[in-house]
């Protein structure tokens, strides 16, 4: 079965450039996050979405940041525009609704993408 | 504000003993928990999860036990393996939300 698949794996760009992250979640799934990971702050959770639409963007940085789902297929990421400070690891992680006793299900991760901003 | 605490960066368990991995929270709205193990340049993967109605959950090698008095939970792997070496992260959520918070994580190394 396929995971959940993020492209791309890394990329380097300059400051003030545009950045898009890409996210394929498992077919299926109801629950769409954006996590990102640095040294200082750990995995933390920007936005999430249920049936491609956003529930919680309370952990989004600034407006620079945007996200979309426009199916249940496809989510994007983007930073625009980009600085030093978002060099960080974007990963994308997907998981199912559950149903009563067991509502909570896990996430499961993509590979993620490392970004540099120079 | 770390409402999920791994106080332990890193551990190193002779291979074949047992590693222990700590995790405490604060959070008493958490009532479901989840370790995931994390290789260098992938993403994290689900291990092993437990929900507040249980204190322990066990599949093969690797079994959680749950503290809610304490608000701890712990990792138990019998017996350890080289390819068990990897950062472990704990992570918790309240009943129905789907927001996790993760735990700093802790860097384990098994010796052969």
């Known amino acids: 079965d396929a995971g959940v698949i993020q492209s791309p794996r890394h990329e380097v760009t300059e400051m003030g450039q545009e950045v898009t992250l890409r996210c394929k979640p498992i077919?299926?799934?109801?629950?769409l996050f954006w996590y990102r990971q640095t040294m200082m702050r750990g995995l933390e959770l920007l936005i999430y979405f249920n049936n491609n639409v956003p529930i919680d963007d309370s952990g989004m940085p600034e407006d620079r940041f945007s996200a979309k789902m426009p199916n249940a297929s496809f989510s994007t990421l983007k930073i625009q525009p980009s600085e030093p400070r978002d060099s960080a690891v974007y990963f994308c992680?997907?998981?199912?609704?559950?149903?009563?006793?067991?509502?909570?299900?896990?996430?499961?991760f993509g590979d993620g993408t490392r970004l540099s901003i120079l | 504000d770390q409402q999920v605490k791994q106080n332990s960066p890193s551990l190193s368990v002779q291979e074949g003993r047992i590693s222990i991995l700590n995790c405490d929270y604060t959070?008493?709205?958490?009532?479901?928990f989840l370790w995931y193990k994390k290789y260098p340049a992938e993403g994290p993967t689900f291990l092993i999860s437990i929900s507040s109605i249980k204190d322990k959950n066990e599949d093969g090698r690797f079994t959680v036990f749950l503290n809610k008095s304490a608000k701890h939970l712990s990792l138990h792997i019998v017996p350890s393996q080289p390819g068990d070496s990897a950062v472990y992260f704990c992570a918790a959520s309240a009943r129905g939300a789907q927001k996790l918070v993760f735990g700093q994580g802790t860097r384990l190394t098994i010796n052969p």
């Open positions: 077919s299926g799934h109801d629950y």
């Open positions: 992680a997907s998981s199912l609704m559950g149903q009563g006793i067991d509502s909570n299900q896990p996430q499961h």
């Open positions: 959070n008493s709205m958490f009532d479901y």
